[in-house]
């Protein structure tokens, strides 16, 4: 079985474009969550969608954005990117989010690179 | 109270050696603790987890401590490999919410 896929795999874009990435989770999978990784540090958690609805929103301004489709692929959205927005994003994918299994699995991640 | 402080930043071992890696949580209300390898360029990919209920969990060369009391729990890598040179992160979360990442220790098993 297919993993988390995301895409694009690489992205360059110039400070102020927006940027949108793409996640598909496990065949099976309702629940969908994006971190972002800076190089150097551990993942930090940006959102969580189950069912389509936002479950949860860690510490990030509203620049960014996400949604979940019917087919719980999701979208994460960056408007007006800044120098600071380079990092590698990730998306997992587990079961269920709101109990047991607790288990997330992660794509590879998109690495973004703004100039 | 949301952080979880993960130690040492870095690690060398001997192959054959044993890696343990440490990470202490304040937050009571977590539930789950799993244990992640990133090779550079990767994504994060699940070790092992472990459950409060349980002080140790086993799974061939690697094992979890589990202290509820002392709020800490470790990554003991038996027989270390230059294969399991990586990045290993552990986290939490309350109720298969978000994780919650320590810093990361990076391994490295010299043969």
């Known amino acids: 079985d297919a993993g988390v896929t995301q895409s694009p795999t690489h992205l360059i874009k110039t400070r102020g474009q927006h940027v949108t990435l793409r996640c598909s989770p496990i065949s099976g999978h309702k629940s969908v969550s994006w971190y972002q990784q800076v190089l150097g540090q551990g993942p930090q958690f940006i959102f969580q969608?189950?069912?389509?609805?936002?479950?949860g929103r860690g510490n990030f301004p509203d620049r960014f954005s996400a949604r979940q489709f019917p087919n719980y692929s999701s979208e994460l959205n960056v408007n007006a990117l800044l120098l600071g927005d380079s990092a590698l994003y990730l998306c997992?994918?587990?079961?269920?989010?709101?109990?047991?299994?607790?288990?997330?699995?992660f794509g590879p991640g998109t690495r973004l690179t703004v100039t | 109270q949301q952080q979880v402080k993960q130690s040492p930043q870095s690690l060398i071992v001997q192959k054959g050696g044993i890696s343990i890696i440490n990470c202490a949580y304040e937050?009571?209300?977590?539930?789950?603790f799993p244990w992640y390898q990133q090779f550079p360029g990767k994504g994060p990919a699940l070790l092992i987890a472990i459950r409060p209920d349980v002080s140790e969990k086993k799974e061939g060369r690697f094992t979890i401590s589990f202290n509820k009391s002392a709020k800490q729990f470790s990554l003991h890598i038996m027989d270390s490999q230059p294969g399991d040179s990586a990045t290993y992160f552990c986290?939490?979360?309350?109720?298969?919410?978000?994780?919650?990442f320590g810093a990361g220790t990076i391994l490295r098993v010299k043969s």
């Open positions: 969608y189950y069912e389509k609805e936002e479950r």
């Open positions: 997992a994918s587990s079961l269920r989010g709101l109990a047991g299994p607790y288990e997330q699995y």
């Open positions: 986290a939490a979360s309350e109720y298969g919410n978000k994780l919650v």
């Open positions: 937050n009571t209300a977590f539930d789950y």
